[in-house]
RNA sequence: GCCUGAGUAGCUCAGUCGGUAGAGCAACGCACUCGUAAUGCGUAGGUCAGGAGUUCGAUUCUCCUCUCAGGCUCCA
């Protein structure tokens, strides 16, 4: 046979005897390579070490420590956890493992549907490490889907993976068992162990081991709520321990900056629990950031041409069967309170039907158009028992909201000033790090017809493309009315949440006959944009505390300078420099001496106050100050007064952004 | 709603194989008068989440409820 002839990435390209591996043409280009392979690619299929080169391909050596790699890594983890789990629960049914962000999950049903507690990990996780140094070959096998239906006729989640693989009616699994072929493969571990997977898998499991079994949890099979629940497994694995340490400090570094956490510490806001789950109260220096907040978006909306609206807290049921909610989300909303007549009122899940009753108020000219009706209100939503979480998911919250009311001509400019609108008052928070996403019609839930649909989609898209940032489509994802676009921020530590939604929606001025008189003296439909920035203003809240770990803006801090006298007989002094800068509205706080000096620092350090304030002897004297600031080394001395209120004064106004968003760890 | 855990002082946690509990920090009092991340001593603080059951006796064992955490499902 003629020797086969592959292309490496740098383009150059090499001969090979039939038959060599992916693993001998690492070994062929180095070494080092060999050792860091797990896996290779044939013209960008990730295929295993073990198989052999194809003539005419581009060959690739997955190395361990590349995304792909981690994926095979965490793959056959995920195998090995399913032998160990086997092996210590002989009987046990085994779904799918798949690999998730920075790790992977295996769902099992135990035998006596038993359940894993959080014991059970470690017993899991040593056998894991038995299976490990037993160091067993991965090997593959190719089935029919009969073969496979066979081999695994004691495991029904497999055959169910089989079955619809053969015939082809999954498109995910088909998609990752090879469907294509008609055939399925497997993966030998041991005479006691084979797991239906595409593959590819490292070559043994000595190559795995840096890895962590992190939680049990109970997961629905297909995660479908109607199907069995099974008991899955999180664990995360790594190339090398130092890889899998800092993931798990990056897990720590995630916790300190939880919300819910900081909110306890900085005395921001509390759950009561005789106020009722999800019903957050917010203490006075929450409310203040909060009012802050409010404040400040209530005067770009002003500039922007929004005007301020009010609406009630609830409302008769008829109200929101025109609107649509109580067809679609009953599940959702609170249930009714009926009064004397019969008459039942609910608490609002959304303020929009009630700004279509403003603009139907009277009539209206297409002169007035756009409209932009603002509003904070605050909806009430029965999220399930098990959803509430902290800040961004309540049951109680309020809305930065606004419906524009505009016409068909006016709509494509009135989506991009929204956007651009949006995107800017985010910036001004310090959120920068933005992509897009489109949300389309949902299959199931959905009013209006397939072409509004289309024009709402398209519109859309067009507007989100003109801003220049990234966007992703979200099939299916939009809400009943209408499809939207979201603006997806990144925060501090990389994460990503959704923050504001533009919604197009041709319904609901159609189910409240909203009419205006256009030009030529006919009646028309208005467009109505749903659009909230924020979200809410809890989460947006929770969102910005996590991003800067606590430590807000200076014009977003509840105290931005505290004042410190170095003794006693600097208290006066301290309530002079204090008075200075409050007759310039900043927000300050003065703690008298009767503590050391470093012990003071240390309280206002832990309550990530922007700007400490010390005075002494020399400060006294030479009308200055010692200013130590929130995030820099040291601090400086005998700086005048003047020049620091002016200096402060500047940041505040410019509503200017900490350099970095994190600090340094308390103690 | 479902699965797995948890709830002990304001916070973080220890403890009781069933005989009603303890530390550190915080709070309060006294002393210390001090120049950039914790001064010392003392005092007070708990229906051991709530309810029911078993028991001579329950914070501890059983059941129910509430709340919280991590997932699943959901998220207009």
Same mark, same amino acid.
């Given at each position: 046979?003629?020797?086969?002839?592959?292309?490496?990435?740098?383009?150059?390209?090499?001969?090979?005897?039939?038959?060599?591996?992916?693993?001998?043409?690492?070994?062929?280009?180095?070494?080092?390579?060999?050792?860091?392979?797990?896996?290779?690619?044939?013209?960008?299929?990730?295929?295993?070490?073990?198989?052999?080169?194809?003539?005419?391909?581009?060959?690739?050596?997955?190395?361990?420590?590349?995304?792909?790699?981690?994926?095979?890594?965490?793959?056959?983890?995920?195998?090995? +956890?399913?032998?160990?789990?086997?092996?210590?629960?002989?009987?046990?049914?085994?779904?799918?493992?798949?690999?998730?962000?920075?790790?992977?999950?295996?769902?099992?049903?135990?035998?006596?549907?038993?359940?894993?507690?959080?014991?059970?990990?470690?017993?899991?996780?040593?056998?894991?490490?038995?299976?490990?140094?037993?160091?067993?070959?991965?090997?593959?096998?190719?089935?029919?889907?009969?073969?496979?239906?066979?081999?695994?006729?004691?495991?029904?989640?497999?055959?169910?993976?089989?079955?619809?693989?053969?015939?082809?009616?999954? %498109?995910?699994?088909?998609?990752?068992?090879?469907?294509?072929?008609?055939?399925?493969?497997?993966?030998?571990?041991?005479?006691?162990?084979?797991?239906?997977?595409?593959?590819?898998?490292?070559?043994?499991?000595?190559?795995?081991?840096?890895?962590?079994?992190?939680?049990?949890?109970?997961? !629905?099979?297909? &995660?479908?709520?109607?199907?069995?629940?099974?008991?899955?497994?999180?664990?995360?694995?790594?190339?090398?321990?130092?890889? +899998?340490?800092?993931?798990?400090?990056?897990?720590? %570094?995630?916790?300190?900056?939880?919300?819910?956490? $900081?909110?306890?510490?900085?005395?921001?806001?509390?759950?009561?629990?005789?106020?009722?789950?999800?019903?957050?109260?917010?203490?006075?220096?929450?409310?203040?950031?909060?009012?802050?907040?409010?404040?400040?978006?209530?005067?770009?909306?002003? #500039?922007?041409?929004?005007?301020?609206?009010?609406?009630?807290?609830?409302?008769?049921?008829?109200?929101?069967?025109?609107?649509?909610?109580?067809?679609?989300?009953?599940?959702?909303?609170?249930?009714?309170?009926?009064?004397?007549?019969?008459?039942?009122?609910?608490?609002?899940?959304? /303020?929009?039907?009630?700004?279509?009753?403003?603009?139907?108020?009277?009539?209206?000219?297409?002169?007035?158009?756009?409209?932009? +009706?603002?509003?904070?209100?605050?909806? !009430?939503?029965?999220?399930?028992?098990?959803?509430?979480?902290?800040?961004?998911?309540?049951?109680?919250?309020?809305?930065?909201?606004?419906?524009?009311?505009?016409?068909?001509?006016?709509?494509?400019?009135?989506?991009?000033?929204?956007?651009?609108?949006?995107?800017?008052?985010?910036? =001004?928070?310090? $959120? %920068?790090?933005?992509?897009?996403?489109?949300?389309?019609?949902?299959?199931?839930?959905?009013?209006?017809?397939?072409?509004?649909?289309?024009?709402?989609?398209?519109?859309?898209?067009?507007?989100?493309?003109?801003?220049?940032?990234?966007?992703?489509?979200?099939?299916?994802?939009?809400?009943?009315?209408?499809?939207?676009?979201?603006?997806?921020?990144?925060?501090?530590?990389?994460?990503?949440?959704?923050?504001?939604?533009?919604?197009?929606?041709?319904?609901?001025?159609?189910?409240?006959?909203?009419?205006?008189? &256009?030009?030529? /003296?006919?009646?028309?439909?208005?467009?109505?944009?749903?659009?909230?920035?924020?979200?809410?203003?809890?989460?947006?809240?929770?969102?910005?505390?996590?991003?800067?770990?606590?430590?807000?803006?200076?014009?977003?801090?509840?105290?931005?300078?505290?004042?410190? &006298?170095?003794?006693?007989?600097?208290?006066?002094?301290?309530? %002079?420099?204090?008075?200075?800068?409050?007759?310039?509205?900043?927000?300050?706080?003065?703690?008298?001496?009767?503590?050391?000096?470093?012990?003071?620092?240390?309280?206002?350090?832990?309550?990530?106050?922007?700007?400490?304030?010390?005075?002494?002897?020399?400060?006294?004297?030479?009308?200055?100050?010692?200013? /130590?600031?929130?995030?820099?080394?040291? =601090?400086?001395?005998?700086?005048?007064?003047?020049?620091?209120?002016?200096?402060? #004064?500047?940041?505040?106004?410019?509503?200017?952004?900490?350099?970095?968003?994190?600090?340094?760890?308390?103690?």
């Amino acid at each position: 046979m003629a020797a086969v002839t592959v292309r490496l990435p740098d383009g150059s390209t090499r001969e090979y005897a039939p038959g060599t591996t992916a693993r001998e043409l690492a070994e062929s280009v180095g070494p080092r390579l060999a050792r860091a392979a797990v896996a290779a690619s044939f013209d960008g299929d990730l295929v295993d070490l073990a198989r052999p080169l194809i003539d005419g391909t581009e060959v690739a050596v997955v190395t361990a420590d590349s995304a792909a790699g981690r994926d095979v890594l965490r793959h056959s983890t995920a195998h090995v +956890l399913a032998q160990a789990v086997l092996r210590l629960w002989p009987g046990a049914r085994y779904a799918i493992g798949p690999v998730i962000e920075d790790g992977f999950y295996y769902d099992f049903e135990l035998p006596g549907r038993a359940h894993f507690s959080d014991d059970d990990l470690e017993r899991i996780a040593a056998e894991m490490r038995t299976i490990v140094a037993e160091d067993q070959p991965f090997v593959r096998h190719e089935h029919t889907i009969e073969e496979g239906l066979g081999l695994f006729a004691e495991q029904p989640f497999k055959r169910e993976i089989i079955e619809a693989v053969g015939a082809g009616t999954d %498109e995910v699994d088909a998609a990752a068992e090879g469907a294509a072929t008609g055939q399925v493969s497997t993966y030998w571990n041991s005479p006691s162990f084979t797991d239906l997977c595409r593959g590819p898998h490292v070559p043994t499991t000595g190559r795995l081991g840096h890895f962590a079994l992190m939680r049990v949890a109970g997961a !629905y099979w297909r &995660g479908d709520e109607k199907r069995p629940q099974l008991q899955r497994i999180y664990g995360t694995a790594w190339e090398s321990e130092k890889a +899998l340490a800092e993931h798990l400090h990056r897990l720590e %570094e995630a916790e300190r900056r939880d919300h819910r956490k $900081l909110g306890a510490e900085l005395d921001l806001f509390s759950f009561p629990e005789e106020i009722g789950s999800g019903l957050p109260v917010f203490h006075p220096k929450g409310g203040l950031v909060r009012r802050l907040m409010e404040e400040y978006s209530r005067q770009r909306h002003a #500039a922007a041409g929004y005007e301020f609206v009010a609406t009630p807290h609830i409302s008769k049921a008829e109200l929101f069967e025109t609107s649509g909610h109580l067809d679609w989300f009953a599940d959702g909303m609170f249930p009714p309170m009926e009064l004397d007549g019969g008459q039942q009122y609910y608490l609002k899940p959304m /303020n929009c039907p009630f700004h279509v009753l403003i603009f139907k108020s009277r009539q209206r000219s297409y002169r007035e158009l756009p409209l932009r +009706l603002f509003e904070f209100g605050s909806v !009430y939503r029965y999220e399930k028992s098990g959803v509430v979480h902290g800040l961004t998911r309540v049951r109680g919250m309020t809305q930065d909201d606004a419906h524009l009311f505009c016409t068909r001509e006016q709509m494509a400019g009135e989506l991009h000033e929204t956007l651009t609108f949006v995107l800017s008052v985010l910036r =001004d928070y310090g $959120l %920068e790090d933005f992509y897009l996403e489109l949300s389309t019609r949902p299959e199931d839930k959905a009013v209006g017809t397939e072409a509004e649909w289309e024009e709402a989609t398209e519109t859309l898209r067009t507007t989100a493309l003109a801003m220049g940032l990234e966007l992703v489509l979200d099939e299916g994802g939009g809400a009943f009315y209408g499809p939207k676009i979201s603006v997806q921020a990144k925060d501090a530590i990389g994460r990503t949440h959704q923050m504001s939604t533009i919604q197009l929606d041709f319904q609901t001025p159609q189910r409240f006959g909203a009419e205006y008189i &256009g030009a030529d /003296n006919a009646r028309h439909q208005p467009i109505m944009i749903h659009r909230a920035l924020f979200g809410s203003v809890e989460r947006f809240f929770a969102i910005l505390l996590e991003h800067y770990a606590g430590a807000l803006p200076t014009w977003l801090s509840p105290e931005q300078v505290r004042i410190l &006298g170095v003794r006693d007989d600097h208290d006066a002094y301290a309530g %002079e420099v204090a008075d200075r800068l409050r007759s310039d509205g900043v927000r300050v706080g003065v703690v008298p001496a009767d503590e050391k000096i470093g012990a003071r620092i240390r309280r206002a350090k832990v309550e990530k106050i922007p700007y400490i304030l010390v005075v002494g002897d020399a400060d006294v004297a030479a009308g200055t100050v010692g200013v /130590n600031r929130r995030g820099s080394e040291g =601090d400086r001395r005998g700086v005048a007064l003047d020049a620091f209120a002016g200096e402060l #004064a500047a940041e505040i106004a410019e509503r200017r952004l900490p350099e970095a968003a994190s600090d340094r760890p308390p103690g």
